[in-house]
């Protein structure tokens, strides 16, 4: 079964996890991520890590974790994928 928050399409998903998507799109929504964060979400999706992101962009792993941390934060799991994050963050720009 496919649902639609934001114009972001769900497939096969439960109910809970839909619940868990909307919670994620209203704490992005309040305190959205800023460039870098998506920047750095952006690289995460692409299997970066973290010291790499750092050397990429001339700066301290521990910046780039810091911004890894604000994230999550923000978002309110720690265990929320990179794709999922990107996803959930691309619908919020359209």
Excluded: W
Aim: proline content about 2%.
């Amino acid at each position: 079964m496919a649902s639609k928050i934001n114009g972001l399409e769900l497939v096969n998903v439960t109910y809970a996890e839909k619940e868990f998507v909307e919670s994620v799109l209203i704490n992005l929504k309040e305190n959205p991520l800023t460039d870098i964060e998506s920047q750095v979400c952006s690289l995460l999706f692409l299997g970066k890590t973290a010291k790499e992101i750092a050397v990429e962009r001339r700066c301290s792993h521990r910046t780039i974790e810091r911004h890894i941390d604000n994230i999550k934060a923000k978002v309110g799991d720690h265990k929320l994928s990179p794709l999922i994050l990107l996803s959930i963050t691309s619908s919020l720009r359209d």
